[in-house]
């Protein structure tokens, strides 16, 4: 069974600084791998995907995550923090059979003026 | 395109009453999925449907079910309502193509009383 983990239950960061947000997983065969975003009261943003190829993504609102696959991670990133970027970020992993998304439990960013 | 549209955005009901919930996917989409969300769970794969055919099921009581139309719209019927039915429910449509994305609506928001 495929299993998604954030350590993290909230990061703070200062505006203007880079941030980064973890995610390890676990999954039979090839995963893919997604990072949503949910502001309050709101569904799920999607924001970048890997499925194959370069380990590293650029997604979007700036956002890049690093695939590593002998770490079984992939950490979502942005360079410069906004504001604008504080709310919860999910990172998933669909099935071997491609159909279901098993979500991590979740990371509240904070990123502070 | 238009987005997920999920309907009604808010509801209260009681316990015991029965729900239904609606969720009209990106036109082309043929795939929709739905998912739980509590603060205690976080988000849980509830089913999914394809050319109005239950895919996959996820590990909810029968209570839960769903079905989906000849022009993709989905809804889900959650029958004797327990307070801990008390959720936000996500629909998430998907293209079949090399995207393997889901989009999702912004959610109903159900409080059982």
């Known amino acids: 069974a495929q299993s998604v983990a954030q350590p993290e239950d909230q990061v703070n960061v200062a505006e203007g600084n880079p941030l980064t947000v973890k995610c390890t997983y676990s999954v039979s065969g090839n995963p893919y791998l997604f990072w949503y975003v949910q502001y309050p009261n709101r569904g799920l943003q999607f924001l970048l995907k890997?499925?194959?190829?370069?380990?590293l993504v650029k997604g979007s609102y700036g956002f890049e995550a690093e695939f590593n696959k002998s770490q079984t991670s992939f950490h979502l990133k942005k360079p410069s923090a906004l504001v604008s970027d504080s709310a919860l970020y999910f990172c998933a992993v669909q099935d071997t059979g491609r159909r279901a998304l098993t979500f991590g439990s979740g990371t509240r960013l904070q990123v502070q003026p | 395109k238009a987005g997920v549209t999920q309907t009604p955005r808010y509801l209260i009901k009681t316990r015991g009453q029965q729900v239904t919930l609606s969720c009209s996917p990106i036109s082309g989409h043929r795939s929709v999925s739905w998912y739980q969300q509590t603060p205690g769970q976080g988000l849980q794969f509830l089913f999914e449907y394809f050319s109005e055919t239950q895919r996959n099921k996820g590990n909810f009581p029968g209570r839960f079910s769903g079905r989906q139309f000849s022009n993709s719209r989905s809804e889900m019927n959650v029958s004797t309502l327990e307070l801990g039915d008390s959720a936000l429910y996500l629909c998430a449509s998907r293209d079949r193509g090399h995207n393997y994305g889901y989009t999702f609506g912004s959610g109903t928001r159900l409080t059982v009383v």
């Open positions: 890997y499925i194959t190829g370069d380990n």
